[in-house]
C-alpha cells in the first residue's frame, strides 16, 4: 500500500513546479496555469489527510476540495479574462513587458 | 432468458482464480462485450441511417452491397482500412495523431455506466450520472485537438464551432439530467432505473410520462443531438461552408475512428436519455415483462436512434447565432424552469392538482419564450426578387 | 507504494513539468489537461470518487478548454525565438526548488512518514451532499454567490469596450 | 412560434419515408444499369451512317461529296474517296468512300453535318454509354462502326425516319417515271 508521504512529497513535487512555472514563466496564461497547479497540489493534500486521516467520516477535506474546485473555476475564468483584457491593451501577453500602471 | 448473459460471464470468471485475477477477467469481459456490441450497433446504424434518409429523401440508400445493402458497413470499412493516412505537412504530428484515440476512449467510458438490463451496468458507481459527464467533457478537448493540429483554418473554425457549441449545450443537458437526480434522489444510473420501476395499472412509472419529466427529456434530447454534433447541429461539420469542420485533415482509419466516437457518444447520449427518463430496461407494459430487459434497452436505443435519423433528415443546419440565442436564450431558462417545476412536483401531494401545476409551469413559460424570442426579431415575410 | 499510485504520479508529474517546458502554448494547455486527468486518477484511487469526477468535469472539461481558448486569443505578434522564460527565471527556480527542498524535509520528518491507510474510509454522494446541505450550507451559498459574480465579473472585463460614439 | 413548423416538417419526411414503400411517385430512384428511362424521341448525340438493306458495306447511302467534312466545325470529320463508283438508291452511279473517320472526342454534336448532307447518309445517334479505357483509339470511329441499318434509324427517330423515308421514297419513284419513257425511247438498259 501507498504510504501518506508518498503523496504529501508528490503534492510538494507539483506545488514546486507550478511555483517554478509561475515564477519563471514570461506568458501570463501559463503563469495562471502555474497557479492553478499550485492549487491542486493543495487539494491532493486535502484528499490525502481526509483518507488517512482518523475521522474520515467527518468529510472535510473532501468538502474543502469541493469548494476549492469550485472557486478555482471561477478564479481561472476572471484571470483569463483579465488576459484578454491586458492583451487587448497593451498587445501582448508576456508579463516582462506589461510593466507600466498608466493606461 | 433474462439473466444469460449475466450467468455466462459469472460462468466465465469463475473459471479463473479468485482474487484479483478474477477482477481483471471480469473486467475485461464487461469492456470486450461493451466494444463488440455498441460496435456492432455502430456499423448497424450507419447502414440504417444511410437508408433511412435515402427514403426520406425518395430515393433508396445503399443497396448494392450484400442484400438489400446491409453489408455496406464492411465495404465501408474495408475502405477506410486500406485508405492512404495522409497526415498535412505542417500538422502537428502527436497531436493529430492522438486527436481520435481521445475521442473514442472517452465515450466508451461514457458508456460503462449506462445500465443495459438487469444487473447489466459494466460499472455501477456511486456517482455514474458525474462520471458519464466528466469522460464526456473529454470529447472537447479531443475536438479542439483535432482542429488545432491540423494546421487549416477550416478545420479550426470548426473546432471552434464545436467547442464553443459543446460547452452552451453541455448546460441545459446536465441541468436537464438534474431534475430526475433531484427526484430520485441518486446519481447512481442503476438506482435511477429502479425508482422508475412499477406501473400504475397500465402505465409505467417512467420519469418522462411526468410535466417536468417530459419537458426534461425534449430539452436532454435537443442538448444531446447538440452535444454530439447531429443535425440540425452540425455546424462544425457544416460541409457546404467549413467543408468537414475539425476533421477536414484526416483520411482512412482515423477519420473511421472519428465517424466512430460520434456515433458511440450518440449510443452514449441515447443510452442515459432512456436510463434518466425512458425507464431504462423496464418493460413500458406490465404484461410484457417476460421479454428480456436488454431486448427493451436496446429496442428503446434503436427507437431513439431512429428518431436522430428522423429529425437529420428533417430540419435544416442552424446559424451560429441562432444556435448560441437558442441555447442560452430558450434550453437554458427552460432547464432552469424545468428543475423548480420538478421541486414543485416533489413537495406537492399526489393527484390531479400537482399535474395540473406542474403542466402549466413548464408550458407557460415554453409559450412565453417561443413567443417572445421571435417576436422581437420582427421577422418579415419573405419577398423574392427572381422566384414566384 | 502501490504500481498505479507510481504510474499515476509519474504521468502527472512529467506533464506538469511540460507544461512548464514546452515552447508551444497549446501543447502546454493539452499537457495540462493530461496533468489535470492523472490527479483525478489519483483522487480516485483515494477513494474520493466524487471529487474526482468533479476534477475531470471541471478542470479538463471546462478550465482546459478555457485556457486554449484563451491562448488562441492572446497569439499574435510575439517574437517565437524568445526564451520562454523571464529575465530572472534563475531566481525562481531557485525559490521553487528551495520551496521543494522545505516541503519535502518537513513532510520526510514528520509523522506521516510512512502512514498507512486506516481502514476502509469512503465518501459516498448522499453523504457529501448531506454535509453540504447541513453543516456546509452556508459556505455553498458563499460558493455558488461566488460564482455567479465571477461569471457576469469575467463577461463584463473580457467584453470589448465600447466604441465612442 | 412553438414548433408547429417542426412537427409539420416532420410529419412530411415521415410520409415520404412511408410512402417510398406503398407508392412509386415518393420513390424516384431510376437505378442505372438495371433500369432505364426510355429514350425521348428526340435525343441526340453523335452522328452516325446510315446503310440501306442487308450489307452495310453496299448499302452505305454516302457518296463520299465530303460536304459535311469541310462543314464540320471541330473538324472531326475525315473521308477518302473510293475511285470505285456504286449505285444509290434511285440508280445513279455515285463514288464511295474508301475512309470515312468521326473522331467522336472532338465531335461537339452540332448536327450541322446532319443538316448539310444531300443524301439522308448521316443521322444523330442515340448511343450515349460511349466510355472506354483508351482515349484516342477507340473514340476513333470508323466506317464500319459508323454504319448502322436504316432499320435502327426507324427505331429511334422513327417520326423523322417515316419523313425520310417518304422523300426518297417519292424521289425514286420519280426517278422512275422519268426512267420508262427514257427507256421507252432508247435502249439504255436501266439500273434496278
Redesign the interface.
Known amino acids: 500500500m501507498t504510504p501518506l508521504h508518498s503523496y504529501l512529497l508528490l503534492s510538494a513535487l507539483l506545488f514546486a513546479v507550478g511555483l517554478g512555472g509561475a515564477l519563471t514563466r514570461r506568458n501570463a496564461i501559463i503563469v495562471l496555469v502555474g497557479i492553478e497547479l499550485m492549487l491542486n497540489a493543495a487539494n491532493l493534500n486535502f484528499i490525502a489527510f481526509w483518507r488517512y486521516g482518523q475521522n474520515p467520516q467527518a468529510l472535510t477535506g473532501i468538502v474543502f476540495v469541493i469548494f476549492s474546485i469550485g472557486v478555482a473555476a471561477a478564479e481561472a475564468a476572471v484571470g483569463l479574462a483579465l488576459i484578454i483584457s491586458i492583451y487587448r491593451h497593451y498587445k501582448t501577453a508576456n508579463v516582462d513587458q506589461i510593466d507600466s500602471m498608466k493606461g | 432468458m433474462d439473466q444469460i448473459f449475466v450467468n455466462l460471464k459469472d460462468w466465465l470468471v469463475a473459471l479463473f482464480p479468485a482474487g484479483r485475477q478474477q477482477e481483471l477477467v471480469s473486467a475485461l469481459i464487461s469492456v470486450a462485450a461493451l466494444i463488440g456490441t455498441f460496435a456492432g450497433l455502430f456499423a448497424l446504424t450507419t447502414v440504417l441511417e444511410r437508408k433511412?434518409l435515402g427514403?426520406?429523401?425518395?430515393?433508396?440508400g445503399p443497396n448494392r452491397v450484400g442484400p438489400y445493402g446491409i453489408l455496406q458497413p464492411m465495404a465501408d470499412g474495408l475502405k477506410a482500412l486500406t485508405k492512404e493516412d495522409v497526415v498535412p505537412r505542417s500538422a502537428?504530428q502527436v497531436?493529430h495523431f492522438l486527436a481520435p484515440l481521445v475521442l473514442v476512449a472517452p465515450v466508451f467510458l461514457a458508456l460503462a455506466v449506462v445500465p443495459m438490463g438487469r444487473n447489466m451496468a459494466a460499472v455501477d458507481?456511486?456517482?455514474g450520472i458525474?462520471?458519464f459527464?466528466?469522460?464526456?467533457?473529454?470529447t472537447?478537448?479531443s475536438v479542439?485537438?483535432a482542429g488545432?493540429s491540423s494546421r487549416n483554418k477550416y478545420s479550426l473554425l470548426g473546432a471552434?464551432r464545436a467547442?464553443a457549441q459543446m460547452?452552451s449545450y453541455?448546460v441545459p443537458l446536465i441541468l436537464s439530467s438534474l431534475a430526475v437526480i433531484m427526484i430520485a434522489?441518486?446519481?447512481?444510473a442503476v438506482t435511477i432505473v429502479e425508482k422508475q420501476a412499477g406501473y400504475s395499472g397500465l402505465i409505467p412509472h417512467w420519469f418522462v410520462l411526468t410535466p417536468w419529466g417530459f419537458a426534461g427529456f425534449i430539452l436532454f434530447m435537443i442538448a444531446a443531438a447538440a452535444e454530439s454534433n447531429r443535425s440540425p447541429f452540425d455546424l462544425p461539420e457544416g460541409e457546404s461552408e467549413i467543408i468537414a469542420g475539425y476533421y477536414i485533415e484526416y483520411s482512412g482509419f482515423k477519420f473511421a475512428l472519428f465517424f466512430l466516437g460520434e456515433y458511440i457518444g450518440l449510443f452514449a447520449a441515447s443510452g442515459l436519455a432512456i436510463t434518466l427518463f425512458l425507464g431504462g430496461w423496464n418493460a413500458p407494459f406490465p404484461f410484457l415483462t417476460w421479454i428480456p430487459s436488454y431486448v427493451w434497452f436496446f429496442g428503446k436505443l434503436l427507437a431513439l436512434i431512429a428518431v436522430f435519423i428522423?429529425?437529420r433528415?428533417?430540419?435544416p443546419r442552424l446559424r451560429m447565432d441562432q444556435l448560441m440565442n437558442f441555447a442560452w436564450k430558450f434550453m437554458l431558462p427552460m432547464a432552469l424552469i424545468n428543475l423548480l417545476t420538478a421541486g414543485v412536483w416533489h413537495f406537492t401531494p399526489p393527484g390531479l392538482a400537482r399535474w395540473i401545476i406542474c403542466a402549466l409551469l413548464v408550458f407557460g413559460p415554453?409559450?412565453a419564450l417561443?413567443?417572445t424570442?421571435?417576436e422581437s426579431k420582427k421577422l418579415a415575410k419573405r419577398t423574392y426578387s427572381y422566384a414566384e | 507504494m502501490s504500481a498505479t499510485f507510481v504510474m499515476l504520479a509519474v504521468l502527472t508529474v512529467v506533464s506538469a513539468v511540460a507544461v512548464m517546458l514546452l515552447r508551444n502554448l497549446v501543447h502546454c494547455a493539452l499537457a495540462l489537461a493530461v496533468t489535470f486527468a492523472g490527479l483525478a486518477g489519483i483522487y480516485l484511487q483515494l477513494n474520493a470518487q466524487f471529487v474526482g469526477f468533479a476534477q475531470l468535469l471541471v478542470y479538463v472539461g471546462a478550465v482546459a478548454i478555457l485556457i486554449v481558448f484563451a491562448i488562441l486569443l492572446t497569439r499574435g505578434r510575439e517574437p517565437p525565438l524568445q526564451s520562454v522564460f523571464s529575465g530572472s527565471a534563475i531566481v525562481g527556480f531557485g525559490i521553487a526548488i528551495v520551496v521543494f527542498a522545505v516541503l519535502a524535509t518537513m513532510t520526510l520528518s514528520s509523522r506521516a512518514l510512512g502512514m498507512e491507510k486506516p481502514g476502509e474510509a469512503n465518501a459516498s454522494v448522499a453523504q457529501i451532499g448531506e454535509q453540504l446541505m447541513t453543516r456546509y450550507i452556508l459556505p455553498l451559498e458563499v460558493a455558488g454567490l461566488l460564482l455567479t459574480v465571477a461569471l457576469i465579473g469575467a463577461v463584463i472585463i473580457a467584453m470589448r469596450d465600447k466604441e465612442p460614439e | 412560434m412553438l414548433g408547429e413548423g417542426i412537427i409539420k416538417g416532420m410529419g412530411e419526411t415521415a410520409r415520404n419515408f412511408f410512402g417510398s414503400y406503398v407508392k412509386e411517385d415518393r420513390l424516384t430512384t431510376v437505378q442505372y444499369p438495371e433500369e432505364r428511362l426510355p429514350q425521348k424521341e428526340a435525343a441526340r448525340n453523335f452522328p452516325f451512317l446510315v446503310y440501306d438493306g442487308k450489307d452495310w458495306d453496299k448499302g452505305l447511302r454516302c457518296v463520299a461529296c465530303q460536304i459535311c467534312e469541310k462543314e464540320c466545325p471541330p473538324q472531326c470529320i475525315y473521308i477518302v474517296k473510293d475511285a470505285t463508283k456504286k449505285p444509290d438508291h434511285i440508280g445513279k452511279m455515285q463514288f464511295q468512300a474508301k475512309v470515312f473517320d468521326i473522331d467522336i472526342s472532338v465531335c461537339m454534336s452540332c448536327q450541322i453535318c446532319v443538316e448539310v448532307c444531300p443524301f439522308e447518309a448521316i443521322k444523330m445517334d442515340v448511343e450515349y454509354e460511349l466510355s472506354t479505357g483508351d482515349r484516342f483509339g477507340q473514340l476513333l470511329l470508323h466506317k464500319d462502326q459508323l454504319a448502322k441499318s436504316n432499320d435502327y434509324y426507324r427505331k429511334i427517330h422513327p417520326t423523322e425516319a417515316a419523313e425520310v423515308d417518304a422523300r426518297m421514297g417519292a424521289e425514286k419513284a420519280k426517278a422512275e417515271a422519268k426512267a420508262k419513257p427514257a427507256a421507252a425511247t432508247s435502249a439504255t438498259p436501266s439500273k434496278p
Open positions: 433511412g427514403r426520406i429523401q425518395n430515393r433508396y502537428d497531436v458507481f456511486d456517482a458525474l462520471f459527464f466528466a469522460v464526456g467533457a473529454a472537447e478537448l479542439f485537438m488545432w471552434m467547442i460547452i453541455e434522489g441518486s446519481l447512481s428522423w429529425v433528415g428533417t430540419l415554453y409559450v417561443g413567443r424570442l421571435f
